[in-house]
């Protein structure tokens, strides 16, 4: 059976071209204002989540036309659009998640997505993919990549066990404590990397 794939578009910047984002999505959700970058994108959204304050009428009124399932929060809420549009990626059985938007927010708009994708990882795996970096949530990857890109394992978490291959700087079960810089600012040095974390949450970003 085939994965599930859901396309996830947040409010903020999104510095992305379509060519990036060639895959098929089952379900695209638009959260509050995202959904322009779909719109953007030419992509059409299947939902739109959020309590609707930033979106412009335009989108609104295109959305309605599309026939968009709308999912509209209330202004003061426990949660933030973001993770009411995660629960519906849940709910619609999605197996991956890529997540664009969100780019080059406030500090903590910014820290907020790494810990609630992180949050996530072990129900759903998701990729944020920016301008200038894809961020991996999972515990267990391998990239095709350029020979001296750069790449780091960033320890949401104490991370155990970990291993890199094909790196300037491989590491071989090792621990790795939450915030070390140990696995920071690393270069491929062929065209494959391979990470492997038995225990923890991490977040992979790579320079593209």
Same mark, same amino acid.
């Given at each position: 059976?085939?994965?599930?794939?859901?396309?996830?578009?947040?409010?903020?910047?999104?510095?992305?071209? +379509?060519?990036?984002?060639?895959? =098929?999505?089952?379900?695209?959700?638009?959260?509050?204002?995202?959904?322009?970058? &779909?719109? +953007?994108?030419?992509?059409?959204p299947?939902?739109?989540?959020?309590?609707? /304050?930033?979106?412009?009428?335009r989108? &609104?009124?295109?959305?309605?036309?599309?026939?968009?399932?709308?999912?509209?929060l209330?202004?003061?809420?426990?949660?933030?659009d973001?993770?009411?549009?995660?629960?519906?990626?849940?709910?619609?059985?999605?197996?991956?998640?890529?997540? %664009?938007?969100?780019? =080059?927010?406030?500090?903590?708009?910014?820290?907020?997505?790494?810990?609630l994708?992180?949050?996530?990882?072990?129900?759903?795996? $998701?990729?944020?993919?920016?301008?200038?970096?894809s961020?991996?949530?999972?515990?267990?990857? $391998?990239?095709? %990549?350029?020979?001296?890109k750069?790449?780091?394992?960033?320890?949401?978490?104490?991370?155990?066990?970990?291993?890199?291959?094909?790196?300037?700087?491989?590491?071989? +079960?090792?621990l790795?404590?939450?915030?070390?810089? +140990?696995?920071?600012?690393? =270069?491929?040095?062929? /065209?494959?990397?391979? %990470?492997?974390?038995?225990?923890?949450?991490?977040?992979?970003?790579?320079? $593209?």
């Open positions: 059976m085939s994965s599930i794939k859901t396309l996830i578009s947040a409010g903020g910047k999104c510095g992305i071209e +379509r060519d990036i984002l060639n895959e =098929e999505y089952k379900n695209l959700i638009g959260v509050d204002s995202g959904i322009t970058h &779909l719109y +953007r994108l030419f992509f059409q299947t939902h739109l989540v959020g309590d609707l /304050d930033s979106i412009s009428e989108d &609104l009124e295109r959305a309605r036309k599309d026939e968009a399932i709308f999912i509209e209330d202004a003061d809420k426990n949660k933030t973001l993770e009411a549009a995660y629960d519906l990626a849940l709910e619609l059985d999605s197996d991956e998640v890529i997540l %664009i938007g969100g780019e =080059e927010g406030d500090v903590d708009q910014l820290f907020g997505i790494l810990l994708c992180a949050s996530f990882a072990n129900k759903i795996k $998701t990729t944020w993919v920016q301008n200038d970096y961020i991996y949530f999972q515990n267990e990857i $391998t990239l095709n %990549i350029d020979s001296g750069m790449f780091s394992v960033i320890a949401i978490s104490d991370l155990k066990n970990v291993i890199i291959q094909g790196a300037r700087w491989n590491i071989d +079960r090792e790795v404590l939450t915030g070390s810089s +140990r696995t920071l600012r690393n =270069e491929s040095i062929g /065209d494959e990397i391979k %990470i492997k974390i038995g225990e923890g949450k991490a977040a992979i970003a790579v320079k $593209t």
